[in-house]
RNA sequence: GUGGCCAUGGUGCAACGGUUAGCACAGCGGGUUGUGGUCCCGCUGAUGAGGGUUCGAUUCCCUCUGGCCACCCCA
């Protein structure tokens, strides 16, 4: 459409206008329409268990915690990889494991219109493995670093910190089997907990690998029979499915029993030893706070070595045990099971609500950024259609104003204008334009000063602080 | 998946086996046409869904749905 159009088609439909049909009685014109709402004869479908809106209100956390996202990924060389949310059932059966929860029954399977059996992604590492094969990013220079952020499903009972849908972000380095590459990943979650200012402390652990393991798991296991009088249920459960779970029982029966229990560290063959001497050396040097976690076992099958949870600093956390706000570790060995050359790999997950939990349980509040400099009230037609131009002139200069300019009253707009929290108000009204000025109000003090039209947005920028 | 508690306008609460289900906050409108955050007035708006017991149910019972809590597990 061309510009010249404009005035003409504009100018044409107001004459057009200015004979209006005849209408039917008005008694009240400029009372407010009546608003009839229908009967609630129909009910209003409400959010699937375990998931949730995430309200304009609580927004400002999550562009915290994105923003902090892309700083500190940015600054280790992390590009971002998205996969799709729904993946084939099989992707999760083979990696997580068979035997584990979230695939026996945590997984959000179903059959699609295809009759394909399809999963919704309840975790990050696979889709991520699946991606480094299918792109073929073997031929890229190694190791090749992503992250990821996005939504995680999993269908569970509903819980404090738990939900079916909630959001993760994670990073995978694949191609580099050095223990530095540990650290830099274990570096790299706990500095994401220290700049949005929760303190935590590491949890670390090794599993050793398919060598070692293995013995470990058997004297674990010979161990615990000679206990089983002393067992929990769970335990007794636990003993013939997940031998390593074991120490994760949190009954307190059981405590003695973990107390004398063998240490996998005592298990760990050369390698294994050595690579993780090396990590808590190099986390040492990076005076990332750290303790040695021999109980410490993760809920997926294809860890290998070092394996890690981020907690709660000890100070922070009140009274009851303290949830992981995330974890990871090594996975060697999951590239060559999805059908990969074999590629060393690790990563972590972090999950956001529990961050942002967190966040308020202590206080943390992110500034409001989305908080407008300037609200724009107009009074009469004229003015408001300057208003509207001027509205137009502040955006392009990159000035966050709002308006209503449906609006009538001045008092209405400032009510706005006050409950937006705006920094500034700019009143124009037909005095204001036919003197060719606007007003501008700081709400705060009530002050108000006259300005030049022309020099609106200059004054304006001043007056925030921009130049 | 197991067990417990719970469900009233947008939010937080109240009420009773029986008239129009109260209150506060929020929302909208107004307190004479150009000044907000205080005040005053008015309006809108709810018994989660489905069954049953009963002359009558929002209230009692059952099922479902959802929420909270613990376990399991996890982020």
Request: aromatic share 8%; net charge positive; glycine share 6%.
């Amino acid at each position: 459409m061309s510009m010249k159009q404009k005035k003409p088609v504009a100018a044409k439909i107001k004459t057009a206008v200015k004979k209006p049909a005849p209408r039917a009685a008005t008694p009240s014109e400029n009372a407010a329409p009546k608003v009839v709402s229908a009967p609630r004869s129909v009910a209003t479908p409400q959010t699937l268990r375990g998931m949730r809106d995430i309200l304009p209100a609580e927004q400002k956390y999550w562009r915290f915690i994105s923003r902090k996202i892309e700083e500190l990924t940015a600054s280790y060389g992390y590009e971002r990889l998205d996969t799709p949310i729904l993946e084939e059932t099989a992707l999760f059966v083979r990696t997580a494991g068979k035997q584990s929860d979230i695939v026996e029954k945590e997984l959000f399977s179903f059959l699609d219109k295809g009759e394909d059996n399809v999963s919704l992604r309840p975790e990050g590492t696979a889709p991520l493995v699946r991606a480094y094969i299918n792109h073929g990013m073997v031929n890229l220079p190694q190791p090749v670093k992503l992250y990821y952020v996005g939504p995680m499903f999993r269908y569970e009972r509903p819980q404090h910190g738990r939900f079916r849908e909630h959001h993760q972000f994670g990073v995978e380095v694949f191609g580099d089997a050095n223990a530095v590459q540990d650290s830099e990943v274990i570096l790299l979650a706990q500095l994401f907990y220290k700049e949005i200012g929760i303190k935590t402390t590491v949890h670390i652990n090794s599993l050793g690998c398919a060598t070692c393991r293995p013995n470990y798991a058997n004297e674990l296991v010979t161990y615990y029979r000679s206990k089983r009088a002393h067992l929990c249920e769970d335990c007794k459960r636990r003993l013939a499915k997940n031998p390593l779970r074991l120490l994760d029982c949190k009954e307190p029966g059981c405590q003695p029993v973990k107390e004398t229990a063998p240490n996998i560290v005592d298990f760990l063959d050369e390698e294994c030893k050595n690579h993780l001497m090396r990590v808590l050396e190099y986390l040492d040097d990076l005076q990332v706070p750290y303790v040695l976690a021999p109980h410490l076992v993760r809920g997926f099958d294809y860890y290998n070595r070092t394996v890690f949870e981020i907690m709660l600093a000890e100070e922070s956390a009140e009274g009851g045990q303290s949830v992981a706000l995330g974890g990871g570790g090594r996975y060697d060995t999951l590239v060559e099971q999805l059908g990969g050359r074999p590629t060393p790999a690790c990563g972590f997950g972090i999950g956001i609500e529990r961050v942002i939990l967190q966040l308020k349980q202590q206080m943390i509040e992110p500034s409001d950024d989305r908080r407008p400099d300037v609200f724009l009230a107009q009074l009469g037609d004229a003015a408001r259609r300057k208003a509207f131009m001027l509205f137009e002139e502040l955006r392009a200069a990159s000035i966050p104003a709002t308006a209503n300019f449906s609006k009538g009253s001045l008092k209405g707009q400032l009510e706005i204008a006050n409950r937006l929290n705006a920094k500034y108000t700019v009143i124009l009204g037909q005095k204001e334009v036919i003197d060719g000025t606007i007003l501008i109000r700081d709400m705060e003090s009530g002050m108000q000063e006259i300005v030049l039209y022309d020099k609106a947005v200059a004054e304006i920028k001043k007056k925030i602080g921009r130049t």
